[in-house]
């Protein structure tokens, strides 16, 4: 079953301002290869850590939505610690996805009752 997720990636870009974009499109890739359905992509910038992490001060933070199988989530927490330049991730599930068919019977039998 398919859920949605959300993947907040701290990735260190120090010295490396004009390659953001590159970075973002090149793990949004790695996500699509693993099996995930990138919805969105929310780029929330550079913040500053409130404690350095591995003496950095700041990091680009990039907030990915994306509906995925759980094995294929697992893959990709895998596949981006290897990563030199994903210092942190975090993954949030917010629930499965429904199909349109039986969110369209929802929705019928939620207006019927009304």
Known sequence: ??????????????????????????????????????????????????????????????????TAESTAIAKIRTKLTLDEEVVLQNYLRKGAVKSVGKARKAAKKTAKAA
């Open 1 to 66: 079953m398919k859920n949605r997720y959300e993947i907040l990636l701290a990735l260190n870009v120090a010295g490396k301002e004009e390659t953001n974009k590159d970075l973002i499109e090149r793990l949004e890739k790695t996500l699509t290869a693993e099996g995930a359905n990138v919805e969105q992509v929310q780029r929330l910038e550079r913040r500053e850590f409130s404690y350095p992490h591995d003496k950095l001060k700041s990091a680009y933070f990039v907030n990915y939505v994306v």
